[in-house]
């Protein structure tokens, strides 16, 4: 862990309102004013990168998020070229909105069940992602000043980092990078279960279209059976069409990984930092003895002994104002936080019940026809299995992280407790119990408390899942 000194500033006790709405805590200058030049769809081109964000972007391996078009590069040449892309982003998700909304109709006019499922499960996936993106990418600059807290270290002590903070910084990185990959494994067999497996089976067979007379004028046999104004009937035309539709899917999938990743990494990074905080007050007396040896006095033959010289309590008095100041930190970056994630989170929380519940439904039903033991049965059973595991991997990585959020600020309460009080003078303890009701209620990451990112969230959508497919089956009889 990166651990820069901040500019000192003088300590001041906030209430508790003015700890989460307050963004004078911070200790660099914002890069806000970049944001009053955006206009919609449009941003100004820019010729300087903070290096602390830089760090911050290597730090928590955002590097997805570039190329997923909610993170672009508007320096030099980049500009162009993210602009570009941002423009394909959007007409590629309006496309494919509309192409839902026909398919869905086309499903509900010819009374096609897996159609009709297949496009919800699609078409709710799709406009989640809409939501997500655009808010990322209208965020920017809300994320430089995130990244910038993280490439500096949110706060940095006095006294050095021990071996047991440093192992703390340690384990961030490494909890970092493997977030990545987990998410690089999940996002891979997403794809090839979602966009590659089923198509392939059919293309190998030759059984290029599923389109015929009285039947629905949609290929059941192409990676999303969608309406299209031709048929596949073709190889030329079965591969061209999968081709294209494996390149819009890796762009949906990238965005898919890319929010996933940030939002886990950050969420370590603010629990990691909530470990640092708890055992620095734990440890208060400890760093008191160093910094007052620091200072130039001379050591003390015992704690008595420190106790009794009145410097000693002035000391671990600036103890506790640097556990103030690092706290007061990580809420004005909490609040960050949640306003960058909170409307994605809000979105994907709320839709991917009904995500998951379309192709459980399907799975459901194929099991129960007298076709589940054929090949191409077996086939769309896997394909379906992929789809229903990734989704509630993902839906369980947004839940786990932020209850990790609200399971490492909760510590913190007892923490203060833990620290050397009973000794202290007045002014110590006047701090000590304004702080201490401050963090009685821990940090969640929700939306306007409609949504909370937690374990009971992760249940609750599992529930909701099951009254979906109770739903759909109740529709189809």
């Known amino acids: 862990m990166n651990f820069q000194p901040y500019q000192r500033l003088p300590l001041r006790i906030y209430s508790c309102n003015q700890l989460t709405s307050s963004s004078s805590l911070l200790y660099f200058e914002s890069t806000r004013g ?92 799709t406009v989640i992602y809409y939501v997500v993106l655009h808010y990322g990418m209208y965020q920017k600059f809300l994320l430089d000043e995130i990244l910038k807290i993280v490439g500096q270290g949110f706060f940095t002590y006095e006294r050095p ?160 104002d640097e556990n103030i100041r690092h706290y007061q930190v990580l809420l004005v970056f909490n609040s960050k936080l949640q306003k960058y994630v909170g409307p994605a989170v809000f979105a994907i929380l709320s839709g991917m019940a009904l995500t998951i519940s379309c192709p459980s439904f399907l799975l459901l039903q194929l099991t129960k026809s007298e076709e589940a033991i054929s090949a191409m049965a077996i086939v769309r059973i896997v394909n379906l299995g992929i789809i229903i595991g990734s989704f509630m991997t993902y839906l369980y990585f947004y839940c786990s992280y932020g209850q990790l959020v609200t399971s490492a600020s909760e510590k913190l309460h007892f923490a203060l407790y833990e620290s050397p009080w009973m000794r202290a003078n007045t002014s110590f303890k006047r701090k000590l119990i304004i702080t201490m009701n401050r963090s009685e209620q821990p940090l969640r990451i929700d939306v306007l408390g409609l949504v909370k990112a937690d374990s009971a969230t992760f249940l609750d959508a599992l529930k909701t899942m099951f009254s979906y497919c109770n739903l759909l089956a109740a529709v189809q009889n």
């Open 34 to 125: 970049y944001s009053e030049k955006m206009i919609p769809l449009v941003f100004k081109r820019m010729d300087y990168t903070d290096p602390d964000v830089q760090i911050g972007y290597k730090k928590i391996y955002v590097a997805f998020l570039r190329f997923s078009g909610m993170y672009p590069n508007l320096t030099g040449r980049w500009y162009y070229f993210f602009g570009v892309f941002g423009m394909y982003l959007h007409v590629f998700y309006f496309g494919y909105i509309i192409d839902y909304c026909v398919s869905v109709a086309l499903a509900i006019e010819y009374s096609d069940t897996y159609v009709l499922v297949y496009n919800l499960c699609f078409g709710s996936l």
């Open 161 to 320: 980092p021990t071996p047991h903070e440093q192992k703390i910084g340690l384990s961030t990185d490494v909890a970092c990078r493997r977030t990545f990959l987990r998410q690089m494994s999940v996002i891979v067999l997403t794809m090839f279960g979602s966009l590659i497996l089923l198509p392939l089976s059919y293309g190998i067979r030759g059984e290029y279209s599923s389109m015929g007379e009285d039947k629905i004028p949609i290929n059941k046999h192409l990676s999303l059976p969608m309406w299209l104004p031709y048929n596949t009937d073709t190889p030329l035309k079965f591969w061209l069409t999968l081709l294209g539709m494996f390149n819009d899917g890796s762009a949906e999938g990238r965005i898919i990984a890319s929010s996933c990743i940030i939002y886990c990494n950050l969420c370590t990074c603010l629990a990691s930092q909530f470990d640092l905080l708890s055992h620095s007050l734990r440890d208060l007396e400890a760093r008191a003895i160093y910094a007052y040896e620091r200072k130039g006095y001379a050591a003390l033959p015992s704690k008595d002994a420190y106790y009794d010289d009145p410097r000693f309590h002035v000391i671990m008095n600036e103890c506790l």
